[in-house]
């Protein structure tokens, strides 16, 4: 059974370092990692989504790794700004599932001002 | 587009009625999702469906229940509610044509019940 475990599950830093988030997963047999945000009291939005694949995904100052073998995923979020506050969220798509998303528990980012 | 829909917003329940949440996107999604989500947990997948007249269960569907008669809408009922269905209810959905697409799955803004 898929198990997604994310550390640490809140992180405070200044405004302006970068920092990384990090997944784990217990089944490395996946279809895709996927990575949210979730604003307090709202739904998910999608940030990147990796391929099993693919190894890493980019859009803007957001960076997701995948290492299928580990059994880990890590967001790196550069130059951290206020408005990256917010809980991420990691969800595992197995391979043999239909779409049946895994998530982890979350990290509730902080950052500074 | 307005994506996907939930409503109501908000609800208080009292111990053995029921209810309906709903979900409908304008996407022209065919997988659509109920999830629940407790106080500093991740989501739990309740039921799933991949086209109109086609569900499953996922990970918790004991206590609720759904029907998918349109691509659009994905209603589900809660028949007697209990205090440990007090949660936040997700509806999401996906265009999923699995090896051609990717699966990302839009999420709707959710539903807050408690149940007393």
């Known amino acids: 059974k898929q198990e997604v475990t994310q550390i640490p599950a809140a992180l405070s830093v200044p405004e302006g370092e970068n920092l990384v988030l990090n997944c784990s997963f217990t089944?490395?047999?996946?279809?895709?990692l996927q990575w949210f945000r979730q604003d307090p009291g709202k739904g998910l939005t999608s940030l990147l989504l990796?391929?099993?694949?693919?190894r890493e995904q980019t859009s803007g100052r957001l960076n997701a790794s995948l290492d299928k073998s580990s059994g880990r995923s890590t967001l790196y979020i550069a130059a951290s700004q206020p408005g990256d506050s917010a809980t991420y969220l990691c969800?595992?798509?197995?391979?043999?599932?239909?779409?049946?998303?895994?998530f982890g528990t979350g990290t509730l980012l902080a950052v500074q001002p | 587009n307005a994506g996907v829909t939930q409503t109501p917003k908000f609800r208080i329940l009292k111990i053995g009625q029921s209810m309906t949440l709903q979900c409908t996107q304008d996407?022209?999604?065919?997988?659509m999702y109920w999830y629940r989500q407790d106080p500093g947990m991740g989501l739990k997948l309740i039921y799933y469906s991949v086209g109109a007249g086609i569900t499953d269960k996922g990970e918790v569907p004991n206590g609720y229940n759904v029907s998918r008669s349109t691509t659009e809408d994905f209603p589900l009922r809660l028949e007697l509610a209990a205090p440990s269905q007090t949660s936040v209810y997700f509806c999401?959905?996906?265009?999923?044509?699995?090896?051609?697409?990717?699966?990302?799955?839009?999420f709707g803004p959710g539903t807050r019940l408690t149940v007393l």
């Open positions: 996407m022209n999604h065919n997988y």
């Open positions: 969800a595992a798509e197995g391979s043999g599932a239909t779409n049946k998303l895994i």
């Open positions: 999401a959905s996906s265009y999923s044509s699995r090896g051609f697409v990717a699966d990302t799955q839009y």
């Open positions: 089944d490395s047999a996946i279809y895709n």
């Open positions: 990796i391929q099993s694949s693919q």
